[in-house]
């Protein structure tokens, strides 16, 4: 390996060891890792086609993977082999491996949900395909200016993405606008305008390296590179414009999953990537079939969320336009491919597409989306409508379009069948379905903890990276002394560690005897990182009055970025800040209390902050987290949550048994009722003193002097519009976090609450959610033998 890399550095990099840079050698490193991918990888795709496989494509405008060296590594065994190579050339391994930059091209747990099925998918040897956009720019990066957010262009590509093999001969032609004829029957949409999809192709081998898939994303291209004439008048700006209107497609993440985008150009990245996969599928399927009629044995599609729910009316309008299928041939035929998952109830994030701007984007397919809709309703009259008050709703085409609907976690698909679509259920009662989340223990545990991953195999064997639910016979050592010291130590280790990281980019000093109580994720009302700061203020309030008493040391940790556009998301950032810095500099609970909020949160972060969690808050109001995911990881890694009965919590709950789960809040049918009573956050603000003298000094300025009308509007929207009941759960809330205070006192009995939480999440591995997902909905396998299929 060690000549390998010194070859590569060499003959693809020309550099000598001598001139060599950390990212140089990252790079060399990388290159060397990629050739061993590429046979097993390569060995896949002939298999599946030699085995005419059925094909699972992930439909996903998001794949948030975050660094990918250290999965490569450990996917291929390579750990000892490639830190020894590496060290044997005289550089550090861990600074080498940490250089790689992280591929943001998401926003949170809907993309990073998209990254953890193609690992599941590749360990499972499903033949699958990630279908996305290859973003110039992914999610925008976060820094503090005097506490507030401001955001920067994220620049990933601006070094080459070393694992990505492009494909200049893999392009399709994508139409926007224009006008469409006819001639007899026949439709033909005529674009005005195209651009050129080519694709990446990233190879995502498995656990083990025994199956490789391939993530293509797709980059958008002018379809002639620049207009010659302007260019020779001397007008380059002219001649370079539609070059520059193509790549603006593929040019940046919308940073935001939770609010409808009602722009053109999200539209149009919407259906340049729906409809560049679509084309490369049927492309496939006819140079491996030719049977159009056969797709739906060859091709299951899943679409991740609505954005990609154009593909109902794209695959229609290829089967009845290009291969002259009958219309209702064509939707029955496409509905046996596709199936959609719905991610959210915010009724802010459900796509909704003016008619008109439809009509000027995709002439074609608002004709085609009246047909779904004409047939929809001749056969179940009176069914809810796809084209409603002059716009597309995007939720009831992907509904009507799919043969299976899920929700994302037992709570949530319950709740998509009583509101969003209670109708349509009604109608299609087997339609929906529920796949609760998952997540990758290969990243997730085996890649982020070694400490924790270490102390298991030497328990169990390794076997347990790819049957998590072998983790079960960890609960046999819940009262072995010595094993609960191993994990304690383990624990301790990565809090030592972050304390490290937080004191270098932060600048604070943590104690890591202190209970770590993390809440990492996007930044937004209903998650209510609002009331978990509210109840530190609370804490700190009383640690003042009470300074004799014995009490639980903390450190409160926030990490998570705010849309750029959300006001009030931007001010409770602000807010964080204000109050960190207030409390950080106060004498009086020095050691005891501390507030962190490192910036730039991403998935190499949370890999840091994870393993080294004591106290996973899931505060979510309840009925508004469809699963969480994170929720999922903090447990495997031995945290205990403090959380509502909401989205997954409630299954990790039953999972890892109450009496190791702090509960508190409003169910969810209560949060219904609770906002139907008049002034019931007046109401809950008066019966809490303790709330009152937070929100007073808030509004006075406490925690900003140099401004103290800032944070008036977050509190009087505490008042008057408390949409997420964080007054209504502020009590329930503060109590259950001073039950965690006594809990933590007696270390040896929380570690053994924690083992139990780690030893009972076997279930969440998104293996299991793969599984589901193959059984269910996609009637797909890992590869069949030549054999049974001619059988
Ligand atoms: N924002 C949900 O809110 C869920 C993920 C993945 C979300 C999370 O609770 O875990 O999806 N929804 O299923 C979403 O993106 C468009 O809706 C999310 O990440």
Same mark, same amino acid.
């Given at each position: 390996m060690k000549n390998d890399i010194l070859k590569r550095l060499r003959y693809s990099l020309g550099k000598d060891a001598g001139a060599a840079s950390v990212q140089d050698w990252r790079m060399a490193l990388s290159l060397v890792l990629r050739d061993q991918l590429v046979d097993v990888w390569l060995d896949s795709a002939r298999r599946a086609e030699v085995n005419a496989s059925k094909r699972v494509y992930y439909l996903s405008m998001e794949f948030l993977i975050g660094r990918l060296i250290e999965d490569m590594i450990s996917n291929l065994g390579l750990d000892a082999a490639a830190r020894d190579a590496v060290e044997a050339l005289g550089q550090d391994y861990d600074m080498i491996v940490h250089d790689e930059p992280d591929a943001a091209l998401g926003n949170g747990g809907l993309g990073r949900l998209a990254a953890c099925f193609m690992d599941s998918l590749a360990t499972l040897g499903i033949p699958a395909f990630g279908y996305g956009i290859r973003y110039e720019h992914g999610l925008f990066e976060q820094s503090f200016v005097d506490g507030a957010q401001a955001e920067s262009p994220e620049t990933w590509l601006s070094q080459r993405h070393v694992w990505e093999f492009e494909r200049p001969e893999v392009q399709h032609r994508i139409g926007f606008g224009g006008h469409v004829s006819r001639d007899g029957g026949r439709a033909t949409w005529h674009p005005d305008n195209m651009v050129v999809a080519t694709g990446y192709d990233t190879p995502v081998v498995g656990w083990q390296g025994e199956w490789g898939n391939t993530l293509r994303l797709w980059s958008a291209k002018p379809v002639?590179?620049?207009?010659l004439e302007s260019f020779n008048r001397g007008d380059y700006l002219a001649a370079s414009r539609s070059e520059a209107l193509a790549r603006t497609i593929s040019r940046v993440l919308y940073p935001d999953d939770t609010t409808e985008n009602g722009k053109e150009l999200r539209l149009k990245q919407e259906y340049f990537f729906t409809a560049a996969s679509i084309m490369d599928l049927m492309c496939r399927h006819m140079e491996e079939d030719g049977d159009i009629r056969a797709l739906p044995e060859h091709v299951a599609i899943q679409l991740n969320d609505t954005h990609p729910a154009i593909a109902g009316p794209e695959l229609v309008r290829l089967l009845v336009d290009d291969h002259g299928l009958a219309m209702a041939e064509a939707i029955t035929l496409a509905r046996r491919c596709l199936a959609y998952t719905n991610h959210t109830l915010l009724p802010e994030a459900l796509e909704r597409w003016p008619e008109g701007l439809f009509a000027r984007v995709l002439p074609r397919h608002l004709e085609i989306i009246r047909e779904i809709e004409a047939a929809q309703q001749a056969e179940f009259p009176g069914s809810p409508h796809i084209l409603e008050h002059g716009d597309v709703c995007m939720g009831e085409l992907a509904f009507v379009m799919a043969h299976k609907v899920n929700g994302v976690s037992a709570l949530h698909t319950d709740l998509v069948k009583k509101t969003v679509f209670a109708e349509l259920h009604r109608i299609h009662p087997t339609r929906i379905v529920n796949q609760t989340n998952g997540i990758t223990p290969r990243r997730w545990l085996h890649g982020c903890n070694p400490a924790l991953r270490d102390l298991i195999t030497q328990q169990l064997g390794d076997t347990w990276v790819s049957d998590l639910e072998q983790l079960a016979a960890l609960k046999a050592k819940r009262s072995d002394t010595s094993f609960i010291q191993a994990f304690q130590q383990a624990k301790r280790s990565n809090k030592v560690a972050l304390s490290n990281w937080i004191s270098e980019t932060c600048g604070v000093a943590l104690d890591p005897d202190a209970m770590f109580d993390v809440q990492i994720k996007r930044i937004h009302e209903y998650k209510r990182q609002l009331m978990n700061l509210l109840e530190t203020v609370a804490l700190w309030n009383e640690m003042r009055d009470d300074p004799d008493r014995d009490w639980t040391p903390r450190v409160k940790i926030f990490g998570g970025k705010a849309a750029p556009g959300y006001v009030l998301a931007k001010q409770i950032i602000h807010l964080i800040n204000d109050v960190a810095r207030v409390v950080n500099a106060d004498p009086a609970t020095k050691g005891r209390l501390r507030i962190v909020f490192p910036p730039n949160y991403n998935v190499t972060m949370a890999e840091r902050l994870i393993p080294a969690a004591d106290l996973s808050e899931q505060?979510? /109001?309840?009925?508004?987290?469809?699963?969480? /995911?994170g929720n999922m990881k903090f447990a495997l890694n031995g945290a205990l949550t403090i959380g509502t009965l909401d989205g997954a919590n409630v299954e990790i709950r039953d999972h890892v048994g109450s009496e190791n789960f702090f509960l508190f809040g409003l169910t969810a049918s209560e949060v219904v009722d609770r906002r139907h009573q008049h002034g019931f956050s007046r109401a809950a603000i008066e019966a809490s003193p303790r709330l009152q003298r937070v929100l007073g000094q808030i509004f006075e300025g406490r925690f900003s002097p140099e401004d103290p009308h800032r944070h008036h509007g977050l509190i009087g929207m505490l008042y008057d519009h408390d949409h997420f009941l964080v007054t209504c759960d502020f009590d329930s809330y503060y109590d259950t976090q001073r039950r965690a205070d006594v809990v933590f006192q007696n270390s040896r009995n929380w570690a053994s609450m924690a083992l139990m939480n780690t030893a009972s999440m076997g279930w969440f591995s998104s293996d299991r959610t793969i599984q589901g997902y193959a059984r269910d909905i996609w009637q797909a396998d890992a590869p069949r033998s030549a054999l049974e299929r001619s059988a």
């Open positions: 002639n590179p620049f207009d505060i979510s /109001t309840a009925g508004k987290e469809a699963s969480g /995911t």
